[in-house]
C-alpha cells in the first residue's frame, strides 16, 4: 500500500513519518508492519494482503499537528493520495459520532462548517485523477472538519457535564493528583496538592520496597503516607506491579526464577504491601501497563494468572478493597513492533471474560513527545476511546494526564511529537487540560482523572508537564484546574 503525499498541491520528496503505524479493523496495530518514505512515496509495509488502516502525525493548517488515521484500505498497484484519505477518515468519524451522540441539530455555524467541510471533499474526490488538486481541496475539508470535530465533541461534553453535575455526581475524589515521592516535604506542595485534588495517588515500587527477596523497606512510604493522611484526600497506591526492567526488583529480573516463582513472589510482595497500609489506602492500582511492557515475556496465560494473583493478594488482606488495574498507551501503536504484548481492548476484554476480581479501570492519558503511544491526539479520538470503554462495563479512570507548557527540543519537539491549535505554552497548556478533564468527567462511566505531576520533575516522561514550576509556582493550568474544581460543585 503506498501513498502520495502533498503540501500546498506540491508532491513531497521528504517527509517525516512521526508516530506512523499500521492497523486493523479492530484497531490493533499489524505485526512486523512498518512505514517508510522512499522514492516520493510513502510505502506500508506489511505481512499480508488485507486491508489495514495508517495512523501519523499530520499536519492541519491553524490546528496543529495531531495523530491521524485514515480508513482501513485494500491493496491496490496506484497509490492513493494520503491527503484525501486522512480527510475521509474524519469526515466518517464525525457521522458516526453524531449518530451516536444523537447530535442531529447543532447551530447554524457548525452546521456551515458540515457543509463546507463535506462539499470540499466531493471535489476532492471528483478530481482524484488530479492529486495534486484533490489533495488541496482535501485540505481545505480537514481544516474544516477538524474544527467541527472539536466543536461537537466539547458541546457533547459539556451537555453531559452539566446533566453530571447537576446530579450532584461527583464527590471529592473526581480529580486526583499523582504524588511525587521526593517533593512531598518541600514548603508549599501538600499546600498546593490539596487546592488541585481529592485524592492522590502514592506511586509504589517494587523495586524500591522490596531490594532483597522478602526485606522490605518501607520508610519512604511511611513518612509519605502519614504527611497525606491529615490532608483530607482520597488516598490510592501503586502500580503494586509493573513488569518493565526498572521497576522490578534486581533480584528477581537478573534471577532465574521459574513463572510460579515470580507468581508467589509477586503475591507475598502484595500482601505485604496492602496489609500495611490497608487502613488508609482506599484505591489500589494492582498492576500497570502489563498490556505493553511485559519484559519478562509472560505468555497471555501467565499475565492473567499473575494478574489474578495480585487480585486474590488485596482482597484477602482487605475484603473491601476498590482494586484498579491500569492500561497503558491506549490506542495500541506499540503492538505493531513489540513482542509479547497484547492490545489495549484485547487485554481489557480478556480481563473481563476471565473473571479476575477488580472494581475498575484506568487508562492514561499522556501526549507531547515522539514515542509510540506519547503523540498528540485531538479531543474527538479522546471521547471516542473513552466511549469505547464504556461497552466493558466497568468504571473507568483516566491517569497519567501530561502535556508539556513549552516547547521542547529532541523528541519533545512539536514538530516530531504534535502540538495543539498553537506550539505549547502555559496557556495552551491549560485549555488542553481543561478541555480533556470535561470529555472525561462528561461521560458518566468515568470515576476519576489525575494528573500525573503537580510540579516539573527532571525525570518526568513528558517534560514540563506539572501544572507547578518546579519550583512550584503556579502555571496558568494550575489556575485553570482550580476553577474547574471549584465548579464541579
Not at 505493553?292 to 497471555?300: E, H, S
Request: contains cysteine; charged residues 25%.
Amino acid at each position: 500500500m503506498r501513498f502520495q503525499v502533498f503540501k500546498n498541491g506540491q508532491p513531497l520528496d521528504r517527509f517525516d513519518v512521526s508516530g506512523g503505524y499500521l492497523f486493523g479493523a479492530d484497531g490493533a496495530g499489524i505485526r512486523r508492519s512498518r512505514v517508510v518514505f522512499d522514492n516520493g512515496l510513502l510505502q506500508c509495509i506489511k505481512p499480508t494482503s488485507e486491508s489495514a488502516a495508517l495512523a501519523l502525525l499530520w499536519p492541519v493548517e491553524g490546528f496543529g499537528r495531531i495523530l491521524l488515521p485514515t480508513t482501513c484500505l485494500p491493496e491496490r498497484e496506484r497509490a492513493y493520495c494520503l491527503n484525501v484519505e486522512v480527510a475521509r477518515a474524519r469526515l466518517m468519524q464525525i457521522i458516526n459520532r453524531r449518530e451516536e451522540w444523537s447530535i442531529f441539530d447543532s447551530s447554524q455555524e457548525l452546521e456551515e462548517l458540515s457543509h463546507q467541510a463535506q462539499e470540499l471533499f466531493v471535489k476532492a474526490i471528483q478530481r482524484i485523477r488530479d492529486p495534486a488538486v484533490a489533495s488541496q481541496l482535501a485540505d481545505k475539508s480537514l481544516r474544516r472538519a477538524m474544527v467541527l470535530s472539536e466543536r461537537l465533541t466539547l458541546a457533547h461534553a459539556e451537555t453531559l457535564l452539566k446533566a453530571r453535575r447537576k446530579a450532584k455526581a461527583f464527590g471529592r475524589g473526581c480529580l486526583g493528583c499523582r504524588v511525587d515521592l521526593d517533593l512531598v516535604d518541600r514548603p508549599g506542595y501538600l499546600e498546593r496538592l490539596v487546592q488541585i485534588a481529592g485524592y492522590a495517588v502514592v506511586p509504589t515500587s517494587w523495586a524500591r520496597l522490596e531490594p532483597s527477596g522478602g526485606e522490605y523497606d518501607f520508610s519512604v512510604l511511611d513518612r509519605v503516607i502519614n504527611r497525606l493522611s491529615g490532608q483530607r484526600l482520597i488516598l490510592g497506591a501503586g502500580p503494586l506491579l509493573s513488569f518493565s526492567r526498572s521497576e522490578l526488583p534486581t533480584w528477581l529480573a537478573q534471577g532465574q526464577m521459574s513463572f510460579e516463582q515470580i507468581r508467589e513472589a509477586a503475591y507475598r510482595y502484595v500482601a505485604a504491601v496492602v496489609s500495611r497500609y490497608s487502613r488508609r489506602i482506599h484505591r489500589w492500582f494492582l498492576v500497570s501497563g502489563l498490556n505493553a511492557t511485559n519484559d519478562l515475556a509472560f505468555t497471555v496465560e501467565q499475565v492473567r494468572e499473575i494478574i489474578n494473583a495480585a487480585a486474590l493478594a488485596v482482597k484477602a488482606v482487605n475484603s473491601r478493597a476498590f482494586r484498579i488495574i491500569e492500561v497503558t498507551s491506549p490506542w495500541g501503536e506499540y503492538y505493531a513492533t513489540m513482542p509479547n504484548t497484547i492490545s489495549p481492548i484485547g487485554f481489557m476484554d480478556m480481563l473481563v471474560q476471565s473473571g479476575i476480581g477488580f472494581e475498575a479501570f484506568a487508562v492514561q492519558l499522556r501526549f507531547g513527545k515522539d514515542q509510540p503511544g506519547l503523540h498528540v491526539r485531538d479531543l474527538m479520538q479522546v471521547a471516542s476511546l473513552l466511549d469505547l470503554y464504556s461497552l466493558l462495563g466497568k468504571p473507568i479512570f483516566v491517569t497519567g494526564i501530561e502535556a508539556p507548557s513549552m516547547q521542547g527540543q529532541g523528541p519533545f519537539d512539536v514538530e516530531v511529537a504534535g502540538f495543539w491549535h498553537k506550539p505549547w505554552d502555559q496557556v495552551r497548556q491549560a485549555v488542553w487540560l481543561e478541555d480533556l478533564c470535561i470529555v472525561a468527567l462528561g461521560r458518566p462511566w468515568v470515576e476519576a482523572v489525575a494528573f500525573e505531576h503537580l510540579a516539573d520533575t527532571a525525570d518526568s516522561l513528558i517534560h514540563h508537564s506539572g501544572l507547578l514550576t518546579d519550583r512550584l509556582e503556579p502555571k496558568d493550568s494550575f489556575h485553570t484546574i482550580c476553577r474547574f474544581r471549584e465548579g464541579l460543585g
